[in-house]
């Protein structure tokens, strides 16, 4: 009787094998049609010239330019000083708060027309230093995204020379002229205070016009502020109620002086208060890009 381990190796040599066997010629089979198709597809390859401009460029994306929506960025115009406490009065007597109210009206106007519909001002009643706390509650309160304070400037009592206007006895000084933009350190948010007041100077400075330089003399005394920008002529302003006290990035921009007769006559024209509203809205629309 054969054993056990022969009867399995009979059955390995005689099962397995055909299997295997038919097995194999399969994959044979597939293997040729695999060689012979692979063969074509070289031959189809080969044939075609090796131009690279007959080969499809691949499609790179376009990078999306991620821009604010204005009509949702709103913007709090202040106009500086109140009826009550004008502020400096012009060469020609003219209080600062009137140069101050039309040129916020005019800077509105501008904003809205490039669709920031939120723009809005903000008007104050009082005396001088109770407007100050009241101006700046109000802006805390409101949505405001921005805060420019619009002011005009004027030069220190020991500047001023006499003259007389339509039989007026009236003051001035034709010595500085120049707009100046303050920023507080005192500011929540004052990198991007000083950044937005970085860019109405470039903006104000590609109008043609020029910033004062009299703030970083001595003989301006108490007045005298840090230049941070000697570029867009942005100063330091510590201690500024309205700057200091917002909570969002706020600039003091003080449009031109009112007690040079020269430049009060320029910030009464509509060509000048057209430029500085231009400036500010271009500016604030790089700001709001930015943010």
Known sequence: MPS???????????????????????????????????????KAVASVPLNPGTLPKPRRSKPVALKCDRSKFPILLDVGHTAEAPG??????????????????????????????????????????PSLFKRVVAANHSRARLFLSIHHDSVPDSFLEEWEFEGTKSHFSDRFN??????????????????????????????????????TQAFMGRYRRKLLDKDAGVYRYDHLVVLGWARMPAVLLEAGSIINRDEELAMNSPERQDMISAAVAAAVKQFCDLR
């Open 88 to 129: 400096a009065m012009s060469a020609r007597n003219v209080p600062e708060f009137d140069f101050n109210l039309r040129l916020a009206k005019r800077i509105e106007e501008r904003l809205r027309s490039e669709g920031f519909v939120e723009a809005s001002l903000l008007v104050t009643e009082g005396k001088a230093r």
């Open 178 to 215: 120049g707009y100046s933009l303050f920023v507080s350190r005192e500011n929540p948010q004052f990198n991007a205070s000083l950044m937005f007041g970085r860019l109405i100077g470039k903006q104000m400075k590609a109008q043609g016009l020029q910033y004062a330089h009299q703030y």
């Open 4 to 42: 056990f381990r022969g009867t399995r190796a009979a059955a390995c040599l005689g099962g397995w094998p055909r299997s295997r066997a038919i097995i194999a010629a399969i994959v044979g089979l597939s293997l040729v049609s695999i060689d012979t198709r692979n063969a074509a597809w070289s």
